[in-house]
């Protein structure tokens, strides 16, 4: 699956299947820069990306 496609599912709301199809902060993070997310947004993502890890190691 392409980074694009893996993060438009996070944002979509569907984390855990991004998560499981392989998306990774960097990903997140790269994806959402070429977006042009700014810096606090894309910090708050992959605060609820880190969270969401691990509640899917639960």
């Known amino acids: ?8 599912f996070w944002l979509a709301g569907d984390h855990k299947l ?3 199809k392989g998306l ?3 990903i997140l993070a790269n994806e ?4 042009g997310y700014k810096d606090k947004l894309i ?3 992959l605060n ?3 969270r969401d890890l691990k509640n ?3």
């Open 1 to 8: 699956m392409e980074d694009q496609e893996l993060v438009m």
């Open 18 to 20: 991004a998560i499981r």
């Open 24 to 26: 990774t902060s960097t």
């Open 32 to 35: 959402l820069r070429k977006k």
């Open 43 to 45: 910090e708050d993502f």
């Open 48 to 50: 609820d990306f880190a």
């Open 56 to 58: 899917d190691q639960k």
